[in-house]
């Protein structure tokens, strides 16, 4: 079966970095995307990678290996306004995305 | 990023009335549709995938009647809920994909529908 694993919650401190990590099983693979959730609001996308190696975009990147199966997105100087849900989500060969459960940030100050 | 929009934002209705829910891709031609539907504290749930003039896909467990999609245009698709109970009640968001070249697929949200029904 297909399969995208994510840590449910993680905690970290304002102006630190975090990583969220993502391992991942599907039938197939064009792609991996990360997305931000905050609570009440609809997804919205951040990265996309389907090369292997680290995206940079401002505060986030975003890293992949396809021969292990595994990306990890990277916060860094994190804000309160991080607080959220981060969603990773594969691309099978059908080129259906295959949904992770999301990992629930916690920002203290 | 491209632009999806959704209407309504919310919308209360009683029970056993039908409610439609439009999406929008703004700035660009959505090859593919995908509406999802997302219950407090839960991950996404893909309820169908709609393609421009062709009849949508619905995933395991969603009734066909029950959950109409309409995606008559490459920028314009509809949910209609029919006869909706209050089990219906969710945060219900569309999905736009854009094949931003023929190797990079980007897929883009609509900022959602609550739905409650009395």
């Known amino acids: 079966g297909q399969n995208i694993d994510q840590p449910t919650e993680m905690t970290a401190t304002e102006g630190a970095i975090v990583q969220i990590n993502c391992t991942y099983q599907t039938s197939g693979f064009n792609g991996l995307f990360w997305y931000q959730q905050h609570a009440g609001e609809a997804p919205t996308f951040l990265s996309y990678n389907v090369l292997d190696g680290l995206e940079e975009k401002g505060r986030f990147s975003s890293f992949l290996s396809r021969s292990k199966g595994y990306s990890y997105l990277l916060l860094k100087e994190l804000q309160m306004k991080d607080s959220a849900s981060y969603l990773c989500?594969?691309?099978?060969?059908?080129?259906?995305?295959?949904w992770g459960a999301g990992t629930k940030l916690i920002i203290k100050p | 990023g491209a632009v999806v929009s959704q209407h309504p934002s919310w919308v209360i209705c009683k029970s056993g009335t039908s409610v439609k829910i439009e999406c929008r891709s703004l700035?660009?031609?959505?090859?593919?549709m995908f509406w999802y539907r997302q219950f407090p504290k839960q991950s996404l749930m893909l309820m169908a995938t709609s393609n421009e003039g062709s009849k949508a896909t619905y995933e395991q467990g969603v009734e066909k009647d029950k959950f109409l999609i309409n995606h008559a245009s490459l920028t314009l698709s509809t949910l209609t809920v029919t006869s909706a109970h209050p089990e219906d009640s969710s945060f219900y968001i569309c999905s736009a994909r854009w094949f931003r070249t023929s190797e990079s697929y980007e897929q883009y949200f609509g900022p959602g529908t609550r739905l409650t029904v009395t």
């Open positions: 989500a594969v691309m099978d060969s059908n080129y259906q995305l295959i």
């Open positions: 700035d660009f031609q959505a090859t593919t």
